[in-house]
């Protein structure tokens, strides 16, 4: 079974910094189109970044210039928060496109949350 297991969020003061990591494990095949979302209360899920693993990104433009996603070879994905703002807290989720050893065909995976709060 394949997991996305997220960490790194927490209460910052507006203006500071975080780094979210987003670690994958399971029976995987390949990972593609790697990305961060967040879900703040009484809002819809919005995409914050992606990438390929071709190197394309793409960024909310409420977030261009202050966040920067990344990924290893390990297939762990990572979003560095920079001059963060108070709009900017919600539960963030990593997400993935992944193909197993048992079913080729990839699916998409998502991560359990992790709460980023920034204070004013």
């Known amino acids: 079974q394949v997991q996305l297991v997220e960490s790194g969020g927490g209460l910052v003061q507006a203006g500071g910094s975080l780094r979210l990591s987003c670690a994958a494990s399971?029976?995987?095949?390949?990972?593609?189109?790697r990305g961060w979302y967040r879900q703040a209360p009484g809002k819809q899920r919005e995409l914050v970044a992606a990438?390929?693993?071709?190197?394309?990104t793409n960024y909310a433009d409420s977030v261009k210039g202050r966040f920067t996603i990344s990924g290893d070879h390990a297939k762990g994905v990572y979003l560095q928060m920079n001059s963060l703002k108070p709009e900017d807290t919600a539960v963030y989720y990593c997400?993935?496109?992944?193909?197993?050893?048992?079913?080729?065909?990839?699916?998409?995976?998502w991560g359990q949350g992790t709460q980023v709060t920034v204070s004013s």
């Open positions: 997400a993935a496109d992944v193909a197993t050893w048992a079913l080729a065909i990839p699916q998409r995976y």
């Open positions: 990438m390929t693993n071709g190197g394309s």
């Open positions: 399971g029976n995987i095949f390949s990972i593609n189109n």
